[in-house]
């Protein structure tokens, strides 16, 4: 029992070590893919190229808008879409980790249940996982 427990803390500490030494590369590589995608631009608008094919990819230029609130203006924003008929686009959101946090303190002091007044409006389950750090030596 005692050597299972431990084999699978080696593997799991090894795989974490695998993930986050991925995650670094990934980093790497979406940093590259960045740089390389800009010369690219340019040098496709440079030589006013809007597409061409390369073995077997076509590769082409487009281009597209993104658009974000203002913070200091948010409520503006969503005022003056509500006024031009666009409130479609408003969505009310609540962050998933500031409402776990709040759910687990509503529980903390409701004698560990759930207050009645939540029940039914949020889902609410406990994940047992293991954590990780050095040992003090």
Do not use: H
């Amino acid at each position: 029992m005692q050597n299972d427990m431990f084999e699978l803390a080696d593997r799991l500490k090894s795989l974490k070590e695998s993930k986050k030494e991925a995650e670094d590369a990934l980093k790497v590589i979406n940093a590259e893919i960045e740089q390389v995608e800009l010369k690219l631009v340019a040098m496709m608008v440079n030589e006013e190229t809007q597409s061409f094919n390369r073995s077997g990819t076509t590769f082409y230029l487009t281009t597209k808008i993104y658009a974000s609130a203002i913070g200091a203006s948010k409520e503006q924003l969503y005022e003056a879409l509500r006024q031009n008929g666009y409130s479609s686009l408003i969505y009310e959101t609540v962050n998933a980790n500031s409402l776990s946090a709040f759910v687990k303190e509503q529980i903390a002091e409701n004698g560990d249940e759930i207050p009645d007044w939540l029940k039914g409006l949020v889902n609410v389950f406990e994940k047992t996982t293991v954590t990780m750090r050095k040992a003090a030596r």
